[in-house]
C-alpha cells in the first residue's frame, strides 16, 4: 500500500526530524529524535517520537492526538530511519510505542511496508523476551531495524 | 480575505499547503499562508528524551541484543 506522509525537516543535527500533522484536531508538531547513549550500546540507537506542546516548549508522547492521521505519521516516521540510516548505516534502531496500542500502529506500519523494505532491512522483533527475525501477522513488543549491509 | 502570517510554529509541510484554516488558538478560524519555518531547540536533558532513552536502556537490559544483530551492525 502506498502512504502518503508529511513533509519533514531535518532539525538542527542529523538525528532529529520535525513535522507537522494536519487533521481535524488542527495543527500538531510532531518531533522525531533518534537517542543515542554508550549505555544503549554501540551504534544503538532510540527512536523517540513525540508532540510539541507550543505553551509548555516540552515534547510529550503522553498524549493521544486522535487526529486522524496515523497512517501518514508511519510513513513519516518510516521517511525520517530511511535517512537516518543513510546518515549512520551501520545504526541499529530501536522501535517502541509508548504503549502496547501504539507499538500495534509500529507493527501496522512495518507490516504494510514489508514488501518494499524487506530487501533493504531485517527487523527484528521483541516477543517473549526474545527478538525474532520480523513476520507478519506475530504480534511484537518493539523492533530493532538494521540496514542491510550489500 | 486571505492572511500572509509569519508564524514560527509552522512547519514547512504547513508552508507548502496553500492555506490553512487554523482550528484553535488565537487565530482559531483564520484562513492563513503559513510561511515560515522554526526548528525546535533539542535538549538531551528534556523529560521526554530522558524517560524515552531510560525505557529503551530498561528494554535493552530485559532483552539484550543479540550478538549476530551487533556484529552485523559492525559490518
Not at chain 1, 51 to 79: P, Q, R
Not at chain 1, 98 to 117: F, K, N
Not at chain 1, 127 to 144: I, P, T
Not at chain 2, 16 to 40: D, Q
Request: charged share 30%.
Amino acid at each position: 500500500m502506498e502512504w502518503e506522509r508529511y513533509d519533514i525537516e531535518e532539525g538542527r543535527d542529523d538525528r532529529t526530524f520535525e513535522f507537522c500533522s494536519y487533521g481535524p484536531k488542527g495543527l500538531i508538531r510532531k518531533v522525531i529524535r533518534f537517542q543515542h547513549r554508550p549505555e544503549l550500546g554501540a551504534n544503538v540507537y532510540n527512536l523517540s517520537l513525540g508532540d510539541y506542546e507550543e505553551h509548555t516548549g516540552l515534547i510529550d508522547d503522553s498524549i493521544v492526538s486522535n487526529n486522524g492521521d496515523y497512517t501518514k505519521i508511519l510513513k513519516s516516521v518510516a521517511w525520517t530511519v530511511d535517512k537516518f540510516v543513510n546518515s549512520y548505516p551501520r545504526a541499529i534502531i530501536l522501535i517502541r510505542g509508548s504503549t502496547a496500542s501504539r507499538s500495534r500502529l509500529y507493527q501496522m506500519g512495518i507490516a504494510s511496508a514489508w514488501p518494499e523494505i524487506k530487501d533493504r532491512y531485517e527487523i527484528w522483533g521483541r516477543r517473549a523476551n526474545k527478538w525474532l527475525s520480523f513476520e507478519k501477522g506475530v504480534n511484537y513488543e518493539e523492533f530493532l531495524v538494521v540496514k542491510k549491509i550489500s | 480575505m486571505k492572511n500572509f502570517l509569519s508564524l514560527k510554529k509552522f512547519h514547512k509541510s504547513s508552508r507548502k499547503a496553500k492555506t490553512i484554516i487554523v482550528k484553535s488558538g488565537l487565530f482559531k478560524g483564520m484562513e492563513i499562508y503559513p510561511v515560515r519555518r522554526c526548528t525546535l531547540p533539542i535538549n538531551e536533558n528534556s523529560p521526554f528524551l530522558v524517560k524515552k532513552m531510560e525505557e529503551a536502556i530498561r528494554c535493552l537490559q530485559e532483552c539484550p541484543i543479540p550478538e549476530e544483530i551487533l556484529k552485523r551492525a559492525q559490518g
